[in-house]
Antibody, heavy 117, light 110 residues
């Protein structure tokens, strides 16, 4: 069974940094594209970033380009999101998801990031 | 990034059939791009409900069905049950090959 567990969320001040992690199990992590998706409180879903299996392709939503960096460690079956220069509008639950055929077929439970002074 | 438009809410009595529309533009839902649907029960993570416009993952009841025509797609829920109360999101890709989600629809069982 696919299992994705996010960690690293918390309260951070505007302009601060945070690194999210996602531990994967139950599938061959190194062969899948992986994605971060976020959901602001009471709002809809927003795709944030994705990464291909060998880290040669990374893509980001415009609002986080230059501030967020997605990465992975296939030896540790782990996905990461380094978030710098955080803004209040980055406040959200961040989900790690496995990318299927142009969809997201497995999701973690999410980790809450709150940006506030 | 563009978004896909859904009605904010739909409702129906138990046993009824409801449909949720998902409308895009020529830059996202077009004939080359599949539409997928997710169900988000209260307080939980989204779950893939329909993939590739019409397909159900293992374990999803056949009460849920999807369709796509041109720049729009629909999710139908037949035999509505109390446990179907949730938020539903469509998803596709835009012309820059970035994933885009619908605005979300809250389904209420009366």
């Amino acid at each position: 069974e696919v299992h994705l567990v996010e960690s690293g969320g918390g309260l951070v001040r505007p302009g601060g940094s945070l690194k999210l992690s996602c531990a994967a199990s139950g599938f061959s992590f190194s062969t899948y594209w992986m994605t971060w998706i976020r959901q602001a409180p009471g709002k809809g879903l927003e795709w944030v970033a994705n990464i291909n299996p060998d880290e040669t392709k990374k893509d980001y939503v415009d609002s986080v380009k230059g501030r967020f960096t997605i990465s992975r460690d296939n030896a540790k079956d782990s996905l990461y999101l380094q978030m710098n220069s955080l803004r209040a509008e980055d406040t959200a639950v961040y989900y790690c998801a496995r990318a299927g055929h142009y969809n997201f077929d497995s999701w973690g439970q999410g980790t809450l990031v709150t940006v506030s002074s | 990034q563009s978004v896909l438009t859904q009605p904010p809410s739909v409702s129906g009595a138990p046993g009824q059939r409801v449909t949720i529309s998902c409308t895009g533009t020529s830059s996202n839902i077009r004939s080359l791009y599949d539409v997928h649907w997710y169900q988000q029960l209260p307080g939980t993570a989204p779950k893939l409900l329909i993939f590739g416009n019409t397909n159900r993952p293992s374990g999803v009841p056949d009460r849920f069905s999807g369709s796509k025509s041109g720049a729009s797609a629909s999710l139908a829920i037949s035999g509505l049950q109390a446990g179907d109360e949730a938020d539903y999101y469509c998803q596709s890709y835009d012309s820059s090959f970035s994933a885009v989600f619908g605005t979300g629809t809250r389904v209420t069982v009366l």
